[in-house]
């Protein structure tokens, strides 16, 4: 089993729609969790960054953690064309060295 | 702020060459760089992590000797793929960790390779 799983899509939904990504992971020690953004051949950029459970707004963008049932999940609200990517998710454990496990990406298009 | 560099973006090699890959963190100081490795619909796999005047750190499966990495100074890192070989051609990635701030990486643009 791999330690972050997460559905690759791809994922079409209409311009405004609310989008739901979400991660799983088998690693209890994972204890930092992050979304990232990938255009197509570009690098990564870091859209969320959240510790422990709990949940986190930025914008457009709400991150959640449930620790206890070992998922995560990023929502976009009002999404926008321009949020067509491929959305990956990333965690580590405290003591990895900084080291990030990504889960394979989903592939989100929003349509207008 | 938080930027980081790949050159070249794109390279194209003969079988038997080698390459290198450099990665610069351009506002800011960076102990620890990361390379991934990328291939079409896979997630990002870490290759290994390199430390300001020290070994990389390797992870299992890496050819130590194939994908040799230096971190000379404290905004530079280098990837070079020895003697290269089709099965080589990806899209390396790297990272920086802002040393002088919080936990966060900041990803490169990449560099995809073709190796013919």
């Known amino acids: 089993q791999k330690e972050v799983e997460q559905d690759p899509g791809p994922l079409s939904v209409p311009e405004g729609a609310i989008v739901s990504l979400n991660c799983t992971y088998s690693?209890?020690?994972?204890?930092?969790f992050m979304w990232y953004r990938q255009y197509s051949r570009k690098g990564p950029e870091l859209l969320m960054y959240?510790?422990?459970?709990g949940n986190k707004e930025d914008g457009r963008f709400t991150a959640q953690v449930d620790k206890s049932s070992k998922y995560i999940s990023l929502f976009i609200r009002d999404s926008q064309p321009s949020d067509s990517a491929t959305y990956l998710c990333?965690?580590?454990?405290?003591?990895?060295?900084?080291?990030?496990?990504f889960g394979k990406g989903t592939s989100l298009l929003v349509t207008p | 702020g938080a930027v980081v560099s790949q050159h070249p973006s794109r390279v194209i090699c003969k079988s038997g060459t080698s390459v290198k890959i450099e990665c610069r963190s351009l506002?800011?100081?960076?102990?620890?760089m990361f390379w991934y490795r990328q291939f079409p619909k896979k997630s990002l796999m870490l290759m290994a992590t390199?430390?300001?005047?020290?070994?990389?750190?390797?992870e299992q499966g890496v050819e130590k000797d194939k994908f040799l990495i230096n971190h000379a100074s404290l905004t530079l890192s280098t990837l070079t793929v020895t003697s290269a070989h089709p099965e080589d051609s990806s899209f390396y990635i790297c990272?920086?960790?802002?040393?002088?701030?919080?936990?966060?990486?900041?990803f490169g643009p990449g560099t995809r390779l073709t190796v013919t």
């Open positions: 990272s920086a960790r802002d040393t002088g701030g919080g936990d966060e990486q900041y």
């Open positions: 690693n209890s020690a994972f204890q930092y």
């Open positions: 959240t510790y422990s459970s």
């Open positions: 990333a965690m580590r454990r405290s003591n990895s060295g900084y080291a990030l496990n």
């Open positions: 506002d800011f100081q960076a102990t620890t």
């Open positions: 390199s430390n300001e005047g020290s070994k990389a750190t390797y």
